[in-house]
Nanobody
């Protein structure tokens, strides 16, 4: 079993930046695709960004393209989400997840492991 722990969330003003981290323990996830999801109050959880096991391919939701960057360091078993030019609509609980595939996976149901989430609040 793998455990994922997110960190780096917090309160930031619109236009600001945050970097989320997701650390994995319990088993190696270097051959897993990783993703960042978010869920705002009253809305369904949705994929924000995904990255392949080798970092060779990435996916971004249209709403975050050009503002967010996903990356990973397999040696540190850590995945990052750099969030720039934050908007109030980015306010949500952010979750990282791992899927047993090599490519950047966009289908939520195939993600096996999930973190507990970290709150990101963007004030206007």
């Amino acid at each position: 079993q793998a455990q994922l722990v997110e960190s780096g969330g917090g309160l930031v003003q619109a236009g600001g930046s945050l970097r989320l981290s997701c650390s994995a323990s319990g088993r190696t996830l270097s051959n897993y695709a990783m993703g960042w999801f978010r869920q705002a109050p009253g809305k369904e959880r949705g994929l924000v960004a995904a990255i392949s096991w080798s970092s060779g391919s990435t996916y971004y939701a249209d709403s975050v393209k050009g503002r967010f960057t996903i990356s990973r360091d397999n040696a540190k078993s850590t995945v990052y989400l750099q969030m720039n030019s934050l908007k109030p609509e980015d306010t949500a609980v952010y979750y990282c997840a791992a899927a047993p595939f090599v490519g950047a996976v966009v289908t939520e149901r195939v993600y096996d492991y999930w973190g507990q989430g970290t709150q990101v609040t963007v004030s206007s």
